[in-house]
């Protein structure tokens, strides 16, 4: 069974630091990763979305990569503002024909201050 | 606005009340998911359907009964439900569910308290 693990649970950064946040899964088969934002008690935003075969993907401030041998991805965040505030999570989907099947972790909350 | 929509975003219920959630896409997408997040929890993928009909069920209680009348609506009808059933309840579509592009959008949620 496949199993998401991220790292930091809780993360609290000055504005304008560079950050880094950590996921990590049990199955190497994946189809693809994604990197979603949750701000408090809304639903989530799809922030990066990395297929099996890519190593990376970059959007603005953010870039994500993929280990898949290793089950590793990491999410950078450069030059992070107050408005970064939110609990970002990492999913990663089943392969074959049930890439649909996401798993998620519990996700980091991070704080940025001002 | 990812252009999926839940109603209602807040609900309080009695364990005896019977009430229904629903949530609507505007993107065009054949498969619609629905989602239970509590607190200290990962999500947990509860029903899934791929063009109206139903594929997954992932284990959910009864009291829980989804119903998919078009590719654009999907509702989660609640009954008898338990003080630990309150979470937030996530609606999301994809294209289709079962190969190429699957990322999924996802709506605001319900916020469902049991009392």
């Known amino acids: 069974k496949q199993e998401v693990t991220q790292i930091p649970a809780a993360l609290s950064v000055p504005e304008g630091e560079n950050l880094v946040l950590n996921c990590s899964f049990t199955?190497?088969?994946?189809?693809?990763l994604q990197w979603f934002r949750q701000d408090p008690g809304k639903g989530l935003t799809s922030l990066l979305l990395?297929?099996?075969?890519?190593r990376e993907q970059t959007s603005g401030r953010l870039n994500a990569s993929l280990d898949k041998s290793s089950g590793r991805s990491t999410l950078y965040i450069a030059a992070s503002q107050p408005g970064d505030s939110a609990t970002y999570l990492c999913?990663?989907?089943?392969?074959?024909?049930?890439?649909?099947?996401?798993?998620f972790g519990k996700g980091t909350l991070l704080t940025v201050n001002p | 606005e990812t252009g999926v929509t839940q109603t209602p975003r807040h609900l309080v219920m009695g364990m005896t009340n019977k009430k229904s959630l629903k949530c609507e896409q505007h993107?065009?997408?054949?498969?619609m998911y629905w989602y239970k997040q509590s607190a200290k929890k990962p999500l947990e993928l509860m029903f899934v359907?791929?063009?109206?009909?139903?594929?997954e069920n992932n284990s959910v209680p009864s009291r829980f009964s989804p119903e998919c009348p078009n590719s654009s609506h999907l509702f989660l009808h609640l009954h008898t439900l338990q003080p630990e059933d309150s979470a937030l309840y996530l609606c999301?579509?994809?294209?289709?569910?079962?190969?190429?592009?699957?990322?999924?959008?996802f709506g605001p949620g319900t916020r469902l308290t049991v009392l």
């Open positions: 999301a579509s994809s294209p289709w569910a079962g190969g190429g592009d699957n990322e999924q959008f």
């Open positions: 199955d190497s088969a994946i189809y693809n």
């Open positions: 990395i297929q099996s075969s890519q």
């Open positions: 999913a990663v989907s089943g392969s074959g024909g049930s890439n649909y099947k996401l798993t």
């Open positions: 993107l065009g997408h054949n498969a």
């Open positions: 359907y791929n063009f109206k009909e139903q594929t």
